[in-house]
């Protein structure tokens, strides 16, 4: 008889960077909870003591993804005070992240509201927060402008589909082209906005 592997430490913690590590070499298809308990060190039924199920843990990864989704926005912005220059940084902090994680890009982004009734509830509060935390970082770069359209959320609105697009078709594909050629970078296509 072999005896398991205990965890020394954060579980929930490990168990979430195992998911991470997971997807992004396999895709979501790659994750389950009895692979992250193998990738952790623990037994199959370690993992039942912090998530309900695969759904909670997912739930986890994408608060996590979320987190470090935010950190890079930020870290592109620091120290740029202009306001479409900080717009662009943000955005091209946007960009970054859909490259160098494009796993977790695409997982983010996947609904979760027919789910949302099976995820644990304080999993599920962190995973709502870290999100409206990740929009505001864009939606406050966005507030030094006009408004598109006389709508009260239209710039952001604007910018977030025109982000959101180009990071899915050219951003997070390496060597992505349009039918005609390279596509131009992000900042060339960025329309220019009425400063309030």
């Not at 072999?2 to 979501?28: C, F, N, S």
């Not at 864009?138 to 507030?143: E, G, V």
């Not at 180009?166 to 220019?192: C, K, N, V, W």
Request: glycine letters at 8%; aromatic letters at 8%; one cysteine or more.
């Amino acid at each position: 008889m072999t005896k398991q592997k205990r965890h020394h430490g954060d579980l929930y913690e490990a168990l979430i960077v195992a998911g991470i590590e997971l997807m992004e070499a396999g895709g979501p298809e790659a994750l389950s909870l009895r692979k992250c308990a193998a990738r952790a060190g623990v037994s199959h039924a370690a993992p039942a003591h912090h998530f309900n199920g695969v759904v909670s843990l997912k739930a986890a990864i994408v608060a996590r993804s979320y987190g470090i989704f935010t950190k890079t926005m930020q870290a592109h912005r620091e120290g740029i005070s202009e306001p479409r220059a900080r717009l662009i940084a943000i955005c091209e902090g946007y960009l970054a992240f859909s490259r160098e994680h494009n796993a977790l890009f695409r997982f983010m982004f996947q609904p979760f509201a027919d789910e949302a009734a099976q995820i644990n509830p304080p999993i599920l509060q962190e995973l709502e927060a870290r999100s409206a935390a990740a929009y505001d970082e864009l939606a406050q770069a966005c507030a030094a402008f006009a408004p598109v359209g006389g709508q009260a959320r239209g710039t952001e609105t604007l910018v977030w589909s025109l982000v959101h697009g180009y990071a899915m078709l050219f951003a997070s594909r390496e060597g992505s082209e349009t039918p005609h050629g390279r596509p131009p970078d992000f900042a060339q296509i960025l329309p220019e906005f009425q400063r309030l």
